[in-house]
């Protein structure tokens, strides 16, 4: 049965009714001749749905006997692939266990091939060792026969066993001799070694006495040295002392005349028992005070005599003061000079004396 294609259908009427001329249509065309033009359409539709409908019931229906061929099919080969799968299952574990069985009988072989071979090298080693036994009994006959006459022959001996308790004894007394001889060579190389150990550190401890004596004796030299050097210092101290304390006499005798002088100049009795620094004190302030005024009265002559140099007729008397103030001068600066080195030497005194003590 043909298809009805409705695409065609619709397409051919829709093209028929685009080049259909609209207006000759409804002249020559009536209500009734459309109302059955759309009739027949709309039977026309009718049918081929129907008959579309059939042949799609009819395809259904053949996709169902279809299917169910298929699930029938699909079921029978499901069935067969489990038969299969355990079939492949059942074969491995009848391979696992062939291959195990077969390794086991294998590994049984090697074993029992191994201990044949053992069984053999044994074998073979006994019988080399009964050939070599039937050597030594046959050539230990000969003991054997002298042992035998050796008891016939002696009367400490009843039996041939006898002979050989005795030997054995005696083998066990030499053992245990040589066991006590190899313990008392032992020993003595023990105090040999702990000997010659000693010795070692007797000689390390010699040494280093030896070191320690070297040491303390270049030690007793630096200090002998040392004392000698201090010895030599000390006597020259002693006599720069001596020195010193004669030059202190002398330097107080000078301070006192000092002393006693600037107190006559200034017509006042000198104080007695004052010390010698508050002399010293007092002679550096006399000094002072007596420069202070020198250089105050220079000052003034010098501006009297840039005044009244020129026209004075009393310039004979001006040199005569002048000469007899530079001398004056000078007598000052000596005093203070001999004042300066008194009071240094003091002070060098002090610095031995605080040494000293």
């Known amino acids: 049965m043909a298809t009805f294609n409705f695409e065609e259908y619709f397409q051919t009427k829709f093209t028929e009714r685009l080049f259909q001329d609209p207006d000759a249509t409804e002249n020559h065309m009536t209500a009734a001749t459309r109302l059955l033009e759309k009739k027949r359409e709309m039977f026309d539709l009718e049918q081929a749905l129907l008959a579309q409908k059939e042949e799609f019931q009819m395809k259904m229906a053949s996709l169902n006997v279809r299917r169910e061929e298929l699930d029938k099919k699909e079921l029978t080969l499901r069935g067969s692939l489990v038969k299969f799968d355990q079939f492949l299952i059942e074969n491995d574990i009848k391979k696992q266990r062939a291959e195990k069985k077969a390794n086991q009988e294998r590994h049984a072989k090697e074993v029992k091939v191994a201990e044949v071979l053992e069984k053999i090298g044994d074998k073979e080693k006994l019988s080399a060792s009964v050939k070599k036994q039937n050597k030594v009994i046959v050539r230990e006959k000969v003991y054997r026969g002298y042992m035998e006459r050796v008891v016939e022959n002696t009367s400490e001996f009843n039996e041939l066993r006898d002979v050989l308790r005795k030997h054995d004894t005696l083998s066990s007394n030499l053992n245990d001799l ?6 008392s060579s032992d020993a003595l190389d023990h105090c040999k ?7 070692m550190k007797n000689d390390e401890t ?18 002998v040295s040392n004392a000698q050097k201090w010895e030599s210092l000390w006597n020259h101290i002693q006599n720069t002392a ?3 304390v004669l030059l202190l006499g002398r330097v107080k005798m000078a301070t ?17 028992g004052e010390d010698i620094d508050e002399q010293l004190i007092k002679i550096k302030t006399y000094i002072t005070d007596l420069s202070d005024i020198i250089n105050e009265s220079e000052k003034q002559d010098d501006k009297k005599r840039r005044a009244r140099w020129r026209g004075s007729p009393n310039q004979l008397n001006k040199l005569v003061a002048l000469r007899k103030l530079a001398g004056f001068r000078d007598r000052v600066g000596n005093f203070n000079a001999e004042f300066c080195h008194v009071f240094f030497s003091f002070s060098l005194l002090n610095c031995v004396q605080c040494t000293m003590s």
């Open 178 to 183: 040589i066991e006590k001889g190899q313990v």
């Open 193 to 199: 070694q702990e000997y010659y150990n000693l010795l």
């Open 256 to 272: 006192e005349n000092v002393y006693v002088q600037i107190y006559r100049q200034r017509g006042i009795p000198a104080k007695e």
């Open 206 to 223: 010699t040494m280093r006495y030896t070191n320690i004596i070297a040491d303390l004796t270049w030690r007793k030299e630096n200090a």
């Open 242 to 244: 001596a020195r010193n």
